[in-house]
């Protein structure tokens, strides 16, 4: 069964900075206490997580650089084989856009 | 019978020493009455009030520009600021009185810069030694713009408020705060008919240029405490956002930055034309750093934004669309701006 989660509901519905430092609902807050630990659950249990992004008044590129991008990095894995296993839902298509170019970015980095 | 008295010699160098011992006690006296009178209650006045005249601080009144505006008016207004700071900042104590009576237009642009400036002096304790003080404008206009816009919020006035649905008030601070981005959201959906969804950009543009403004703090050189300020209005046909960052602003950044490559120092306009369109961004992870620049800038391309103007330093550029085709215009100013003023209009559907 799916793991759904729905930040505007579930974290906030005005996300913040980059860092846990730079303020509150942070990308690094939302990866740290979200993010991560839904997928690696995601994982054991063998479904998928999907990321309902509707509802807020909007994504700074900053978070979604540091919560999606970051995921890369802390899991050492590539963006094909982290899709198998993560969904990302907007209506609004250019975050899911906006998503996928920083994550193959950070995977350019930090996978080698 | 002669006077022995008036003939004798004797007699009269006598009294030519009584006369003398006489005229040394009066002087005396003098003196003695001199000292008591100081002990008075009317020589302890006169002494309070040279007290109070040395204390007096002398006025030293300057003028407003009649069309007090940095997006209609930026070279006289930035003047204006530039001799305001330096008679706060001088070492002679003075009274500094701002003269609002002639001004005929304002734009609230002005105001928050004005009231950027006394936020600085009140932090750093110069508004004791040089106090601060004003009048109004007697232009009606331009006194309902003074009243409305909050300005006053911020000083010590006796003046009621006024609320209006047709302004936010002039939102502040130093720390990232994504609340306020929120409520400038809201302002345009109380406005017009415009959703969370028709906003994003907006909200993501707002949190993005506070972010610069918080992560560029403790680098910054400005003679201003590095705050932003944020504000929006609407008339009929718009609604008119301002963000001000009181850093060292875009050219001077750049500059600090890049020095080490070596890169040729171009004009005010020109870097942040380049800024603008994402240069200066050195690693790929760092893409998203001054992306409230470039998101704001293709929020005009996607049509979204109807008129932006940026000044910063020497640079004051605005951008626009016509017929299609976004078009810049490049300016340097003589005067130089210290920080960052995004000015921008968006339909009011």
């Known amino acids: 069964m799916d793991i759904i989660y729905k930040i505007a509901k579930e974290f906030t519905d005005t996300p913040g900075p980059r860092l846990i430092v730079e303020g509150k609902f942070s990308g690094e807050m939302f990866l740290k206490d979200v993010l991560l630990p839904k997928y690696k659950e995601a994982i054991k249990s063998d479904s998928n997580l999907v990321i309902d992004l509707d509802g807020t008044f909007g994504y700074p590129p900053s978070f979604l650089d540091e919560a999606f991008g970051g995921l890369i990095k802390e899991t050492q894995t590539g963006t094909s084989k982290i899709f198998k296993n993560l969904i990302i839902k907007s209506s609004r298509k250019h975050y899911i856009d906006t998503i996928n170019t920083r994550m193959r970015a950070w995977e350019e980095l930090y996978i080698k | 019978m002669t006077d022995i008295k008036t003939t004798d010699k004797k007699y009269i160098m006598w009294k030519k020493r009584r006369d003398l011992r006489i005229h040394k006690f009066e002087i005396k006296k003098k003196k003695w009455k001199k000292e008591r009178k100081k002990n008075t209650n009317l020589e302890k006045v006169d002494r309070s009030i040279k007290f109070l005249e040395r204390n007096y601080l002398p006025d030293r009144t300057i003028s407003v520009p009649n069309q007090f505006s940095l997006i209609n008016n930026p070279e006289t207004t930035i003047n204006f600021f530039d001799e305001l700071i330096g008679l706060i900042y001088n070492k002679v104590k003075q009274r500094v009185y701002i003269n609002m009576k002639n001004v005929e237009t304002i734009t609230v642009d002005a105001l928050i810069y004005l009231l950027a400036v006394i936020k600085n002096m009140r932090a750093e304790g110069i508004v004791y030694k040089n106090p601060i003080e004003g009048n109004y404008p007697e232009n009606k206009e331009a006194y309902n713009i003074f009243v409305k816009s909050g300005f006053l919020d911020y000083m010590n006035n006796g003046l009621e408020k006024i609320d209006s649905k047709d302004v936010s008030r002039i939102y502040y601070g130093s720390n990232y705060d994504q609340n306020v981005s929120k409520k400038?959201?809201?302002?345009?959906?109380?406005?017009?008919?415009?959703?969370?969804?028709?906003?994003?950009?907006?909200?993501?543009?707002?949190?993005?240029?506070?972010?610069?403004?918080?992560?560029?703090?403790?680098?910054?050189?400005?003679?201003?405490?590095?705050?932003?300020y944020s504000y929006a209005e609407c008339n009929d046909e718009d609604i008119i956002y301002m963000f001000f960052d009181t850093g060292e602003g875009i050219p001077s950044t750049i500059e600090r930055n890049v020095s080490f490559l070596g890169i040729k120092k171009e004009?005010?306009?020109?870097?942040?034309?380049?800024?603008?369109?994402?240069?200066?961004?050195?690693?790929?992870?760092?893409?998203?750093?001054?992306?409230?620049?470039?998101?704001?800038?293709?929020?005009?391309?996607?049509?979204?934004?109807?008129?932006?103007?940026?000044?910063?330093?020497?640079?004051?550029?605005?951008?626009?669309?016509?017929?299609?085709n976004l078009v810049e215009n490049?300016?340097?100013?003589?005067?130089?701006?210290?920080?960052?003023?995004?000015?921008?209009?968006?339909?009011?559907?």
């Open chain 2, 184 to 228: 400038m959201c809201v302002f345009a959906h109380n406005n017009s008919s415009l959703t969370v969804d028709d906003t994003d950009y907006l909200y993501n543009s707002i949190c993005e240029m506070m972010l610069n403004t918080v992560q560029h703090a403790y680098e910054s050189t400005s003679k201003l405490i590095n705050n932003w």
């Open chain 2, 267 to 324: 004009k005010d306009s020109d870097m942040l034309s380049s800024a603008m369109n994402g240069d200066f961004r050195s690693s790929t992870k760092l893409k998203t750093r001054g992306s409230g620049l470039v998101s704001i800038k293709n929020s005009i391309s996607l049509d979204k934004i109807k008129y932006l103007s940026v000044i910063t330093n020497k640079a004051s550029n605005t951008y626009m669309i016509n017929e299609n």
């Open chain 2, 330 to 349: 490049k300016s340097d100013m003589k005067g130089s701006l210290t920080g960052t003023l995004y000015y921008w209009k968006i339909r009011r559907i």
